[in-house]
């Protein structure tokens, strides 16, 4: 199981992240209302740090236009989307911009894990999310069992390291966020007990 570090803000978290083998790291780009988002100069900062051969991805909520053409020269290898999008809209996305895409489906019932369908040709990667956005909320992960789909499968939502063995094989990365803080901010401990205890699972399987 890969792993996402998302919500990055500050140099030494992104250095850890990609010391300790984070296979993504996650910025918040446009959405003030999380306290995980940074403006555009520091955007620029953080992902021209070395990454090695962890990935950079730039989280969006509903992006504009003229926010995807800006973010596009950030030194990001994904856009993560959540919004209204349809096929169409991600696969032009993708070839205007050239960046490999997340399409994020958030979930409120069961029947929310079907809304990958429309998008399991063109998505790089499909992120199973919670719908609290800034907020990290629980679901069922064990309604990712339904899923037939040969598609990079991320999921989201509240989880910490007490949750890493129960979801391991339910999806080929997992994002987490709030559970590597404290007060709010990226606590470096939490980043590398985290990232260790995933690598100690992996090793296992």
Same mark, same amino acid.
């Given at each position: 199981m890969k792993v996402k570090?998302?919500?990055?803000?500050?140099?030494?978290?992104?250095?850890?992240c990609v010391q300790?083998?984070?296979?993504?790291?996650?910025? #918040? $780009? +446009? &959405?003030?209302?999380?306290?995980?988002?940074?403006?555009?100069?520091?955007?620029?900062?953080?992902?021209?740090?070395?990454?090695?051969?962890?990935?950079?991805?730039?989280?969006?909520?509903?992006?504009?236009n003229e926010e995807l053409e800006k973010f596009s020269k950030l030194n990001i290898d994904y856009?993560?989307?959540?919004?209204?999008?349809?096929?169409?809209?991600?696969s032009d996305i993708k070839l205007k911009f050239n960046k490999k895409v997340i399409v994020?489906?958030?979930i409120k019932n069961k029947k929310? #894990? $079907? +809304? &990958?369908?429309?998008?399991e040709k063109i998505a790089d990667i499909i992120?199973?999310?919670?719908?609290?956005?800034?907020?990290?909320?629980?679901?069922n992960f064990d309604w990712m069992n339904s899923i037939q789909s040969k598609v990079t499968k991320m999921i989201a939502g509240n989880i910490n390291i007490d949750k890493l063995e129960r979801i391991f094989n339910l999806a080929d990365i997992v994002d987490v966020s709030g559970a590597l803080e404290t007060?709010?901010?990226?606590?470096?401990?939490?980043?590398?007990?985290f990232l260790n205890k995933l690598k100690k699972l992996n090793n296992e399987n």
């Open positions: 570090v998302c919500g990055l803000s500050s140099a030494e978290q992104v250095k850890t300790h083998e984070a296979d993504y790291c996650g910025f #918040i $780009l +446009n &959405y003030p209302k999380s306290h995980r988002f940074i403006q555009f100069e520091k955007a620029k900062e953080l992902t021209n740090i070395e990454k090695k051969y962890t990935k950079y991805v730039g989280v969006l909520v509903n992006p504009k856009f993560q989307i959540y919004g209204n999008y349809n096929e169409k809209s991600i994020t489906i958030q929310d #894990i $079907l +809304n &990958y369908k429309q998008f992120l199973w999310d919670s719908s609290g956005l800034e907020l990290s909320l629980d679901w007060n709010k901010v990226k606590d470096i401990s939490k980043i590398k007990n």
